[in-house]
């Protein structure tokens, strides 16, 4: 098993990511540096809101790159399969996604971390 940094997602946007049709990610933070390589995206069925917040049933669904980060613009609200646009919040952009085969259970947490987890 080897480590790798996480980033849940509420579904169906894991699944959005893993099948390339979401390519932006938008949230109101940064990560810590750039690029990240091989992020693990977790889809779980419910938002995260507290600090410590976890979600035991979480499922991989896809490795990515992230590749920068900007503000999110109002023109991108097809490519990160959003409802619609706010100010101040950050698209992520995606690349290098390798989508993760079968049903392969990972906790989801808030924010970016680290999960043990084999290719």
Not at 2 to 13: R, T, Y
Not at 18 to 24: C, N, S, V
Not at 31 to 50: C, D, G
Not at 87 to 101: D, K, M, Q, S, T
């Amino acid at each position: 098993m080897a480590k790798h940094l996480a980033l849940s997602i509420v579904a169906p946007h894991g699944e959005n990511i893993a099948r390339g049709i979401k390519t932006l990610e938008v949230r109101s933070w940064q990560p810590p540096s750039l690029p990240l390589k091989s992020i693990l995206i977790v889809e779980n069925e419910r938002y995260l809101h507290a600090e410590g917040d976890i979600d035991p049933n979480g499922r991989a669904v896809a490795i990515v790159d992230v590749s920068h980060v900007e503000p999110w613009l109002p023109t991108e609200v097809e490519a990160a399969c959003s409802s619609g646009w706010q100010p101040g919040f950050f698209a992520w952009h995606l690349e290098n996604v390798r989508p993760v085969l079968g049903n392969r259970r990972v906790t989801a947490a808030r924010k970016l971390y680290e999960v043990e987890f084999s290719d």
